[in-house]
């Protein structure tokens, strides 16, 4: 196994541990962080690792996540926090943008209803000029 594909093989497993946080603060950095280096480690002294055995070694992403959750209980309540002021803050961004939808779509049919009615005049107006 070259140089390239151990990254690769690494990068890969370490993605699908960051997948499982929902918020990266700076202890879930430093906890990736070790198992990044301890990945790392494992595919250097075995260059014909694969993602199963990585898997079988250092769990799967759902275990680590667990085992993380478990050996930080004071965390928790704080990460929580964070995860319910980002769900408040994703709703809020939405709700802006259905009503900036509605808005806009409101305006442009307003706007092309006044320029029908124009137009619609304009050739009344022709019309009784041409009679």
Not at 5 to 13: A, F, G, V
Not at 74 to 84: H, L, S
Not at 96 to 105: C, G, K, N, Q, R
Request: proline share 4%.
């Amino acid at each position: 196994m070259n140089s390239e594909k151990k990254t690769k093989l690494c990068k890969e497993y370490i993605s699908q541990i960051k997948c499982f946080f929902p918020v990266i603060r700076q202890n879930e950095k430093k906890y990736i962080n070790y198992i990044s280096t301890s990945v790392n480690d494992y595919c250097i002294d075995n260059p014909d690792a694969a993602i199963e055995d990585l898997y079988n070694i250092f769990g799967s992403p759902q275990e680590t996540i667990n085992s993380y959750m478990s050996e930080n209980p004071d965390n928790i309540v704080p990460y929580f926090k964070k995860i319910n002021v980002k769900k408040w803050i994703i709703r809020i961004l939405t709700f802006s943008l259905i009503a900036f939808l509605i808005v806009t779509s409101a305006l442009i049919w307003y706007y092309h209803r006044a320029d029908q009615i124009f137009e619609y005049e304009k050739n009344l107006i022709e019309q009784l000029n041409n009679k």
